[in-house]
């Protein structure tokens, strides 16, 4: 498939604005799909991996000068961008935000940062962005903490998790996150957001396609290491058990009121339904499987497929909880059209 044209005046500024930065964290005409677990996609014009703030303030002085489109990608694990690619900056973050402090809670007063029931109680934990959801669950309930073992089940990053409020077997990011470090790429500098500015909603947050997450600090309660680890086990089971491997992006839409999209899905009988190089999984009606050298375009055709179907049969319009990037039609299937984690 041929490659679209990278951007030269992008492609030049970044040259200058970005000299200072590690060869190794810049691309050029960068392949996508090696950085989503769909594996199709097209490419990028520049793409920088970021490992500390200083290098975002270069970022944030390219994204100036040229007012281009940016899309933050963390282990890709919801995100489909097409064929097309993306003629914008990519930004992922690197090993410096790999990280997690159980040992968070000096100098805080959690009564000011988290005002409920469990205010006081517990532990705080600092995550960074580039860390992935499984280590945190695993490390969290080792060391006596518990509230995060869901997280197992979500191949994701923290950073990921924060901007779309991240979730599953009964909970998500909004019931442990305290405050959130972002990164305003207009303004130039990162900042501590509260709870209330974080703005959580059912797989949404107040973070846009300008804020990229640093990091988080987690409220968790004691727990008991052995129940934990159990409960861990019985997730990665289940999931084993009922969701597909290979190359898909998680559950496609989210969740309507009081139903399943994999059931509304299931019961028009469109498991195994394809379209070119995309097809429903067998074992999950949520979930679309993209062949190998496959075409994210015919993923996003099945997306819109299966919207119109179940739109049809039972008057139910299902929200994409994948991030759509690139494809001409998403602002009519999406409730942003922005591109995320």
């Not at 498939?1 to 050029?28: C, H, I, Y």
């Not at 005002?115 to 060391?143: F, I, K």
């Not at 509260?194 to 396609?209: A, I, M, P």
Request: charged fraction near 20%.
């Amino acid at each position: 498939m041929a490659a679209r044209p990278v951007a030269e005046s992008l492609v030049t500024t970044a040259k200058w604005l970005l000299a200072d930065l590690n060869p190794s964290q810049v691309e050029f005409d960068a392949d996508l799909g090696q950085y989503c677990t769909y594996r199709v996609g097209g490419r990028a014009a520049v793409l920088v991996t970021v490992e500390s703030e200083d290098d975002l303030q270069l970022v944030s002085a390219l994204v100036a000068e040229q007012g281009c489109k940016v899309l933050t990608v963390g282990k890709g694990s919801n995100l489909l961008v097409s064929d097309a690619g993306f003629e914008g900056v990519v930004v992922r973050l690197g090993d410096a935000f790999d990280f997690i402090d159980l040992d968070a809670d000096s100098g805080v007063d959690r009564e000011k940062i988290r005002s409920d029931e469990q205010a006081g109680n517990g532990r705080l934990v600092v995550c960074g962005a580039s860390t992935l959801l499984p280590v945190a669950a695993r490390r969290t309930a080792a060391a006596g903490l518990t509230g995060f073992e869901w997280a197992v089940g979500v191949p994701g990053s923290i950073g990921g998790a924060v901007r779309m409020n991240a979730g599953g077997h009964g909970s998500d990011m909004a019931a442990s996150v305290v405050t959130a470090s972002v990164f305003d790429l207009a303004e130039g500098r990162a900042s501590n957001w509260t709870l209330d500015e974080l703005g959580f909603g059912y797989r949404t947050s107040s973070v846009n396609s300008r804020h990229i997450v640093l990091s988080c600090r987690l409220q968790l309660q004691p727990g008991d290491p052995d129940r934990s680890s159990a409960e861990i086990s019985e997730i990665v089971r289940w999931r084993r058990a009922n969701q597909p491997g290979g190359q898909n992006a998680g559950s496609v839409f989210a969740n309507p009121d009081d139903d399943s999209a994999g059931r509304l899905i299931d019961a028009l009988g469109l498991k195994g339904f394809s379209v070119g190089s995309a097809s429903v999984s067998e074992k999950h009606a949520n979930f679309i499987q993209a062949e190998p050298n496959g075409s994210a375009d015919d993923v996003f055709s099945l997306i819109v497929e299966l919207r119109r179907r179940v739109l049809e049969a039972y008057d139910v319009e299902l929200r994409p909880e994948n991030v759509l990037v690139g494809f001409d039609a998403v602002t009519q299937i999406t409730a942003t059209g922005e591109p995320g984690r």
